[in-house]
């Protein structure tokens, strides 16, 4: 399908992040952009203030009439009123990835994988790329701090950098020529249905590595590349192809030298947590295969600020800190952990989460219990549903049971503002992928008081 002959589109789910990058990309372009979205959200009313035509009620009158073709997320339920309504007028329908997969069918890309990290390797990649001064256009699944957005654009992109989300195996309908595979967990088994289709999907995108390009793995995924000639892995002070070494935090940055062949270069970082440490390498190693200059890559990975959401400090004073993370797997929640106590050395740490998925935390409720009790205070919140109706027996209780910590508590989400009014932190973190979000201007601002 050309997408250049496409005038018209519609977008069910408009206010997701991975959706509304794809918004701003035909925004950019010129064409008549229109969605639905359930709730209305900082970031939907920024897509309205840049053109895009929103309703959060499921309205077919809503709908424009000469839409040419509909984009949707899994997120939307196949019940949607709106969704029945376009299918029955046949109205071309396609998921967010293939519409990407259009995109970048014809124009180099370098495509970033993993249950892990590949929001914050996305973003770094593209600041550097903007540092080089280079051409492309980059759809991220997060809010830039550098750029306030999660799409960068250009008329004539010799680059398409793009977050390969692993969710319901969207991103096999990308071919890249680098592509990037940061972390494999077991996550989204409520698709997969075990960890062994998960690790074949993934493995079928290393496969898909167009020819002559490369293939770049964590060290830990080194059989996923079994075959390909291009393979190359990273990790942080280990024997790889790319790695770090010589690592010093200090006055809030990591300096550390980057290895790869006979090359060495220093360079500085000041995003927290070590993980982090390890994106920003990949990140590095992906534009060096590129072809961009060690000077600009230093540069960048110097000045970049991270991304919303993503160890996002609001509050940094001697009495107090506020981090706010979409940390919603175990894993995530351990690394974030992690990186407050090296950031913020004896500190007490309390953490509000909320669980994201019926599934997941069915899934995984005793690895949520051992990765939260790495805090000194914790605060449960509700099972926030995203896309799922409720499982019988299935709640936050199943986490909060197996809690080890002593200082621990259940808040419903209407009690959570008075909560942080009515106690004293040190640290406090909020955590997970629902609308948790809603509440972090609300905590920012009685933390402040």
Not at 148 to 165: H, M, Q, R
Not at 241 to 257: L, T, V
Not at 409 to 418: G, N, P, S
Request: net charge negative; proline share 4%; charged share 20%.
């Amino acid at each position: 399908m050309n997408i250049d002959n496409i005038h018209s589109i519609y977008f069910l789910g408009i206010g997701g992040i991975g959706m509304s990058a794809l918004a701003r990309y035909f925004l950019w372009q010129g064409k008549s952009v229109a969605g639905y979205d359930r709730t209305e959200t900082p970031l939907t009313r920024q897509l309205e203030a840049e053109g895009a035509k929103i309703h959060y009620l499921e309205d077919p009158n809503m709908i424009p009439a000469n839409v040419g073709i509909v984009v949707y997320t899994p997120a939307v339920p196949a019940n949607n009123i709106e969704f029945t309504f376009l299918r029955n007028r046949q109205v071309p329908v396609f998921k967010r990835a293939e519409i990407l997969g259009f995109i970048s069918a014809s124009i180099p890309t370098i495509a970033v994988a993993g249950t892990h990290g590949k929001t914050t390797v996305t973003s770094i990649i593209a600041h550097i790329f903007k540092t080089a001064g280079l051409e492309f256009s980059a759809f991220m699944g997060g809010i830039s701090a550098n750029y306030n957005t999660n799409f960068l654009g250009s008329k004539n992109p010799d680059w398409i950098i793009v977050e390969a989300d692993e969710y319901d195996r969207s991103f096999l309908h990308l071919k890249p020529r680098i592509a990037i595979i940061t972390s494999m967990d077991p996550d989204h088994l409520d698709i997969y249905g075990s960890f062994e289709k998960l690790h074949e999907s993934f493995r079928l995108f290393a496969e898909r590595v167009s020819y002559g390009g490369n293939l770049i793995l964590h060290s830990s995924l080194e059989e996923l590349g079994n075959g390909h000639a291009n393979r190359f892995n990273y990790a942080l002070n280990a024997q790889a192809d790319f790695s770090a070494s010589e690592i010093k935090f200090s006055g809030g940055k990591y300096h550390c030298m980057m290895n790869f062949k006979k090359e060495r270069f220093d360079f500085v970082f000041s995003l927290p947590g070590r993980h982090n440490l390890e994106n920003a390498l990949v990140a590095a190693a992906a534009s060096l295969l590129a072809g961009i200059s060690r000077d600009i890559i230093k540069q960048a990975l110097s000045t970049y600020r991270g991304v919303k959401r993503r160890f996002e400090i609001h509050l940094n004073r001697p009495d107090l800190v506020y981090v706010d993370d979409y940390a919603h797997h175990p894993n995530e929640i351990k690394a974030c952990i992690s990186a407050a106590r090296e950031f913020f050395p004896g500190k007490k740490l309390t953490g509000i989460f909320q669980p994201h998925l019926y599934s997941r935390t069915r899934d995984f409720a005793n690895e949520f219990a051992e990765a939260l009790d790495h805090l000194d205070r914790i605060i449960l919140m509700p099972i926030y549903p995203a896309r799922e109706l409720p499982i019988e027996g299935v709640d936050s209780a199943l986490i909060f049971q197996k809690l080890n910590c002593k200082d621990k508590l259940f808040v419903e989400d209407q009690d959570i503002i008075r909560f942080v009014e009515d106690n004293e932190f040190e640290v406090l973190i909020t955590m997970g992928a629902g609308n948790i979000d809603q509440f972090v201007e609300p905590i920012k601002e009685r933390l402040e008081l």
